[in-house]
């Protein structure tokens, strides 16, 4: 064989494939050279401004350089901690509102109730009260479009009931005794959202307070709360922060202010670039004579753990319940000019012991939300000893108990999550949401009645004389969900005081629901036994 021959049977295929390799080499070494050119424009170390630079100008397509940008924020930020996020300048209004206090609408609270949007409650003093609108109209027309029996979503009905104050929507109402469409046009307005969900006493010495997030308004709501309760005698109280998620740190220390007395340490803050920040309490104690439980679960989280944790660490009161989420970072928020907005980890927060109750993150974020399932499938909601706290995390209180970091607050009084009245009939025609039917069925037909109740014992009395549960069960069972006498021995009486709580909440709102469930929530009537020993 010729070396000519021999070459083109094994030497050309070696060559064509450094050819390649080669050429990829030099191709890779242009390229380079004109990214860090003097056309790009960017120094060593503005990597990214280079890279999106690049693209936009030399990339095979036209790039949408800001949808790229937006995107890209996100994956940055993944990769630091669970906390830190972008919120685009189209989800901020959304994202920010629930903390602000308000939001500009009619003014109604709405149901979708057989593909016809139904009016729960028309707030008090809103846009749509002002007009005339009551509870159970029936919204069938906004702006001359017919939204009833359309397969209607409550993103879409917020969408167009919601607007800037001042702007007007007109809306047509279905109402009963009405042989026609009743016309009303609203300007829409400023309609409060309030952080207290319901306080009340509940018997003549111990108050309740249920808080659902801390915002700009929570501090004065909470003051508003307290005097109501001290002018009827309050001396105990159960404040109840279950599944409240947090929200801004100074209302959470204006809160633990309340109950302590001057120059105790409530939390303290720091992070790589912020020097330690610490808050004590001042001379407020408006609350510091009050006997104090404070109910945890665990969704419990952010602010919500400042204050157990702040009451916990100073010996003020006992806490309850299971132990809180575990969120510990401190977030600042940016804006930017086109109304995007960064809130970025700054700092963690630590209780007076010393703890820092952030649970780990660094397994991913997945794993990380996950948590609260991984604690349901260990045991944890219903068994105190399947917790195990390593001593490594161990701290001190005033008194010198002994509490511990790593992931939450851990309650002084263990509560498992109430599991006695649940049965396949229960699960049933909870998961087909029968209940919520049934109950706003039962107060439009009953409306006329229902509302010359003032209080929810009353609404309570008077169900019971009804005998609501068996109506209940009838209606269950014309929804395919037959009667179940073994079901209904394990799950009735708790399914009766939900169905009066539920018909309650539709006539008095929360001051209807709360003193009615309380008769079947474990956890609060715990709180109420230990305030009633005083331990």
């Avoid at 069938?140 to 607007?163: P, S, Y």
């Avoid at 740190?249 to 340490?265: H, P, Q, R, S, T």
Wanted: some cysteine; charged content about 25%; hydrophobic content about 35%.
């Amino acid at each position: 064989m010729s070396w000519l021959q021999k070459m083109s049977k094994y030497g050309m295929p070696l060559v064509i494939a450094l050819s390649v390799i080669l050429g990829m080499v030099i191709q890779q070494n242009i390229d380079t050279q004109k990214f860090n050119g003097k056309n790009s424009g960017f120094q060593a170390g503005n990597k990214l401004d280079a890279v999106i630079d690049y693209v936009n100008r030399e990339y095979v397509d036209t790039v949408d350089v800001p949808s790229l940008v937006e995107n890209t924020i996100p994956k940055i930020l993944e990769e630091l901690d669970p906390h830190s996020v972008y919120i685009p300048a189209v989800d901020y209004e959304a994202v920010n509102e629930p903390l602000e206090g308000n939001f500009d609408g009619i003014g109604v609270q709405f149901n979708i109730q057989k593909d016809t949007v139904s009016v729960v409650k028309v707030i008090l003093g809103g846009p749509s009260e002002k007009v005339g609108l009551r509870d159970g109209d029936r919204i069938v027309k906004v702006n001359d479009t017919v939204i009833a029996g359309v397969g209607i979503t409550n993103e879409k009905v917020m969408k167009l009931l919601r607007g800037k104050k001042g702007t007007k929507v007109k809306v047509g109402i279905l109402r009963r005794g009405e042989p026609e469409l009743v016309n009303f046009t609203i300007a829409r307005d400023e309609i409060p959202l309030y952080s207290i969900d319901v306080s009340y006493m509940i018997d003549e010495t111990t108050g309740y307070i249920k808080l659902s997030k801390f915002a700009k308004t929570t501090y004065k709501e909470f003051q508003e709360a307290i005097a109501k309760l001290k002018a009827l005698g309050m001396k105990k109280l159960v404040f109840d922060l279950r599944g409240n998620s947090g929200g801004y740190l100074d209302a959470a220390i204006n809160i633990a202010d309340e109950f302590l007395e001057a120059d105790k340490l409530i939390v303290y803050t720091e992070g790589k670039s912020r020097p330690r920040s610490s808050y004590y309490s001042t001379q407020r104690a408006s609350c510091a004579d009050l006997e104090l439980v404070v109910l945890i679960d665990e969704w419990s989280a952010s602010a919500s753990e400042i204050v157990a944790g702040a009451i916990q660490d100073n010996d003020r009161g006992q806490i309850i319940g299971r132990r809180s989420f575990g969120k510990g970072l401190v977030q600042e928020p940016v804006m930017f000019a086109d109304g995007s907005s960064l809130r970025l980890t700054i700092a963690r927060y630590y209780t007076p012991s010393g703890r820092c109750i952030q649970k780990p993150y660094n397994e991913g974020q997945e794993k990380y939300f996950d948590d609260i399932h991984e604690r349901y499938m260990n045991g944890e909601f219903e068994q105190a000893d399947s917790i195990h706290p390593m001593d490594s995390l161990k701290y001190y209180t005033v008194l010198g108990r002994v509490v511990y970091g790593g992931g939450g607050i851990m309650p002084d009084a263990f509560i498992p999550a109430d599991t006695t009245g649940i049965s396949d009939y229960y699960t049933k025609i909870n998961r087909k949401g029968l209940e919520y039917q049934f109950c706003f069925e039962y107060t439009d037909n009953h409306r006329a009645v229902l509302t010359r109740f003032k209080t929810a014992h009353e609404i309570s009395d008077y169900l019971d004389k009804q005998k609501v549960l068996e109506q209940f069960v009838a209606f269950a069972a014309d929804h395919n969900v037959p009667r179940d006498a073994k079901g209904l021995k394990i799950s009735g009486e708790t399914i009766e005081v939900q169905l009066k709580a539920l018909v309650a909440r539709n006539v008095l709102d929360n001051d209807g629901f709360y003193p009615i469930i309380q008769e079947i929530d474990k956890t609060l009537l715990e709180g109420i036994r230990l305030l009633q020993n005083n331990k």
